[in-house]
């Protein structure tokens, strides 16, 4: 078992589900010194989190929708926590139109008291695991904000089939035209359809090509990639480095995903 880093999910509420993927926590394992580099994979969506350390927790971090991977330092005895979004609701959730949060990295400032409350629960959820305060918050704005549901709709469906749906058919699914879908799918998830679907494939290819036994092949077969040679140049494009240097990295981590 890797043990450098940890990296785990946790469900949210069923009747949150429309709002948030999942929890997560992140931390480096209990015998690494640090600081070490992360390479966080993308994946599309919105993510919101703050980190803890013995000193205090930082400001509420938002990692918005990028196509491309960024990295951080990871300090020994902090730990990370925070709930990814789903798609149709990040822009909901912070009160903006969905490009702003097209590559957005750093603390977020603005919104109103209840960000502030989600602060709250997501230290307490760095913490100690405990997602009680979220649940209770999540359940709470499920109740009132608006997501575009037909975004929702064709975001489920390219996320279910790991971005190999066709795009066509995800318009179907939320009863859109391929250029009405492109349009509201850009203004409330910050991606075109289009490239949210290269972005769930690539992280497909990647957790697969880190599981025990498998290669960069063998993932961009089970990703359906014409062949490894593509696979290849998204991973470059996406990391900028060679993809044995992103296995090697991401091999380091004890990855604990749901489902």
């Known amino acids: 078992m890797n043990d450098e880093m940890l990296y785990e999910e946790l469900e949210v509420p069923p009747a949150a589900r429309g709002l948030a993927i999942c929890y997560w926590r992140f931390r480096l394992g209990d015998d690494v010194a640090g600081p070490v580099e992360h390479v966080i994979v993308p994946d599309g969506v919105t993510s919101l989190s703050v980190a803890v350390a013995a000193t205090g927790a930082s400001p509420l971090l938002c990692a918005g929708p990028t196509r491309i991977a960024h990295s951080v330092q990871v300090q020994a005895g902090v730990v990370y926590g925070g709930v990814r979004l789903a798609p149709a609701a990040g822009a909901a959730v912070l009160g903006v139109h969905g490009s702003t949060l097209r590559g957005h990295i750093g603390p977020w400032v603005g919104g109103d008291n209840r960000l502030g409350g989600l602060r709250e629960a997501l230290v307490e959820l760095a913490r100690t695991g405990v997602t009680q305060a979220a649940d209770m918050l999540l359940t709470q704005w499920a109740k009132t904000l608006s997501t575009d549901e037909a975004v929702g709709r064709a975001a489920d469906l390219l996320i279910d089939s790991g971005g190999r749906a066709r795009i ?75 993809p044995r240097r992103i296995a090697k990295h991401l091999r380091r981590i004890d990855h604990r995903f749901l489902g």
């Open 168 to 242: 066509a058919d995800a318009a179907d699914a939320s009863g859109l035209s391929e250029r009405q879908l492109r349009r509201r799918f850009f203004d409330v998830a910050g991606l075109t359809p289009k490239e949210f679907a290269g972005v769930r494939r690539l992280r497909e290819a990647c957790i697969r090509a880190v599981a025990e036994h498998e290669t960069w092949a063998s993932a961009a077969a089970g990703a359906d990639y014409a062949d490894q040679a593509h696979l290849s140049r998204e991973v470059r494009s996406a990391f900028d480095q060679t």
